[in-house]
């Protein structure tokens, strides 16, 4: 069964910081481009980051350049997003996602095809 799981969500105070991980089971990330994406309540689902197959080319939203950053480890299967100097706004389910090896990436979530469950992240004092 191929599935990914998205791990390390919480509760954060503003100005804190999380990371997300996001592991595979039933097949292999190392040669996959993967998206991080989020959706607050109300909101459309955000592409916020993602990653080459090689790890050579990775992109950011606006919204979290600076503050995140994506990261992988193909030894463990799993890629990561740091996320640093998080605020309220930052407050939402984040998914991950794979599709087949590009050499640049895109946040385009429609070009995904295997995505995880998501994890809660919350921003609040």
């Not at 599709?99 to 979530?109: S, Y």
């Amino acid at each position: 069964q191929l599935q990914l799981v998205e791990s390390g969500g919480g509760l954060v105070q503003p100005g804190g910081s999380l990371r997300l991980s996001c592991a595979a089971s039933g097949f292999t990330l190392d040669s996959r481009t993967v998206g991080w994406f989020r959706q607050a309540p109300g909101k459309e689902r955000e592409g916020i980051s993602c990653i080459s197959g090689t790890g050579g080319h990775r992109n950011y939203a606006e919204s979290v350049k600076g503050r995140f950053t994506i990261s992988r480890d193909n030894a463990k299967n799993t890629v990561y997003l740091q996320m640093d100097s998080l605020k309220p706004e930052d407050t939402a389910v984040y998914y991950c996602a794979a599709r087949e090896f590009t050499v640049a990436c895109e946040r385009t979530a429609s070009l995904y095809e295997y995505w995880g469950q998501g994890t809660q992240v919350t921003v609040s004092s």
